[in-house]
């Protein structure tokens, strides 16, 4: 998953995104203790997703508190 697609979904989406990717690493993680883990490749490619889900939930976040700060 890129940024372009990222930057096209909603803040509800990101959220999702970010719980599944969250789940596929512990996932990973507990394939990895059984020996069981087809591709190893998957584990940064996973962490890479969530952190640039991650960014872009927090972009998203400071773009917003400016306008909020200002009406207080």
Same mark, same amino acid.
């Given at each position: 998953?890129?940024?372009?697609?990222?930057? #096209?979904?909603?803040?509800?989406?990101?959220a999702?995104?970010?719980?599944?990717?969250? &789940?596929?690493?512990?996932?990973l #993680?507990?394939?990895?203790?059984?020996?069981?883990?087809?591709?190893?490749?998957?584990?940064?490619?996973?962490?890479?997703?969530?952190?640039?889900?991650?960014?872009?939930?927090?972009?998203? &976040?400071?773009?917003?508190?400016?306008?909020?700060?200002?009406?207080?």
């Amino acid at each position: 998953m890129d940024m372009r697609e990222i930057k #096209r979904l909603s803040d509800e989406e990101i959220a999702m995104e970010a719980t599944r990717l969250r &789940r596929k690493i512990f996932d990973l #993680r507990t394939q990895s203790v059984t020996d069981k883990v087809v591709d190893s490749s998957q584990f940064p490619k996973t962490r890479k997703d969530l952190a640039r889900l991650m960014t872009e939930a927090s972009s998203r &976040r400071i773009a917003k508190a400016p306008a909020a700060r200002s009406n207080a």
